[in-house]
């Protein structure tokens, strides 16, 4: 990449990292880890947190090993022209898949608490057009949308869970190691998976002016997107009970309504909340959207993204309709998302070890 093009900054890196993983899956993130683990479901994310702090190393070491280029395109020089772009190709469908099952969610969340006269269909698809548009910018705009958006996200999320911990009972979170330790593992799986969007920096390093302090940049981002969502699995748990929880749809939207502002400035959040939620959502998708879009024009050796704004749309669409209720969308999302973490942690490992055994840097 051109020193020219090199304008995103250290701090916008971490902004970017924070904006792509805090997104659509906060509504459900506690009931996950509370399935896995009861009242471990803090221990859980935890879990979750460091196998996607994993991940993100790997790819950032890589970025850093690799400054001009992305994942895509270091990997042919590593492995093989032929069986990178397999790879590569099954990389671009998990992305188009987590932008549709992200809109999917979206639409469900919407109709159900907001407009519950508008059809599903119409509220995807919107969505889905928005980020489209969105995706037409450059790599520099798109960190100008993530810097413009990112306290609109954090802020809020975080006076939301601060107000709510004080109807928290330690006792709901007893024991710390839930009544099945051995499910933490594979809780801890399944709470990764919300991290993958951090596989973003694969395009970012090569657009940064300091590339050698993308993983400064790295830690930064992952850290205060880990560390809010363990504040809301704390502040659910705590407050409704690992029981409770399983038998809410979206916990954290029912921790908005039961949380008030002191002097009762406002009695219920879930408003503000749901608000701050479709900002996430719109920089979660736009963050999948714009990697499966990037990758498919440097797949196919083209320098502008812009021609598959709008081609991937139609099969996202369809994606995303595809589940036949909430029930069979969620256990999709959960296979998905295992299976993602081969593509976002193992195969970063694979490269790396490639990378250092045949001594490979700047290919």
């Known amino acids: ?75 042919e020089g590593l492995i093989g022209n032929w069986v990178a772009r397999i790879i590569n190709l099954m990389i671009i469908v998990l992305f188009c898949f987590l932008a549709a099952l992200a809109s999917r969610e979206f639409g469900e969340v ?3 608490s907001v407009l519950a006269k508008t059809p599903l269909e119409v509220t ?61 593992f594979k809780g801890g799986i399944t709470m990764a998976a919300l991290f993958q969007g951090s596989f973003v920096i694969t395009i970012i390093v090569p657009a940064m002016r300091r590339p050698e302090k993308a993983m400064l940049a790295s830690y930064i981002g992952i850290s205060i997107a880990g560390a809010l969502y363990l504040l809301i699995v704390i502040a659910t748990v705590g407050v409704f009970g690992s029981e409770e929880i399983k038998k809410l749809v979206w916990p954290t939207l029912e921790l908005a309504k039961t949380t008030s502002l002191p002097a009762n400035i406002l009695e219920r959040l879930d408003g503000a909340f749901l608000a701050v939620w479709v900002t996430a959502v719109f920089t979660t998708l736009l963050s999948s959207y714009y990697l499966a879009i990037n990758f498919m024009s440097q797949l196919l050796r083209l320098h502008d993204h812009r021609l598959f704004t709008f081609f991937l749309v139609p099969f996202i669409y369809v994606i995303a309709m595809f589940p036949q209720n909430l029930l069979q969308m969620y256990a999709i999302i959960q296979i998905i998302g295992k299976w993602g973490l081969v593509f976002t942690i193992v195969y970063p490992l694979i490269l790396m070890i490639v990378a250092v055994i045949r001594q490979k840097k700047n290919i």
């Open 110 to 112: 919407v109709v159900t």
């Open 124 to 184: 995807v698809i919107v969505m889905l057009l928005l980020a489209a548009l969105s995706a037409r910018a450059d790599i520099t705009t798109f960190a100008y949308f993530h810097h413009f958006y990112f306290p609109i996200i954090i802020f809020p999320a975080l006076l939301i869970v601060v107000f709510s911990l004080k109807d928290a009972h330690l006792i709901n979170l007893l024991p710390p190691w839930g009544n099945d330790p051995k499910s933490i």
């Open 1 to 75: 990449m051109e020193g020219q093009n090199r304008q995103i900054t250290i701090i916008q890196t971490a902004i970017i990292l924070i904006s792509a993983i805090v997104g659509v899956g906060v509504l459900a993130l506690s009931r996950f880890a509370v399935w896995a683990a009861d009242s471990g479901a803090p221990l859980v994310t935890l879990f979750g947190f460091l196998v996607g702090l994993l991940g993100l190393w790997l790819t950032t070491k890589l970025g850093i090993r690799f400054p001009t280029q992305s994942i895509i395109q270091y990997s």
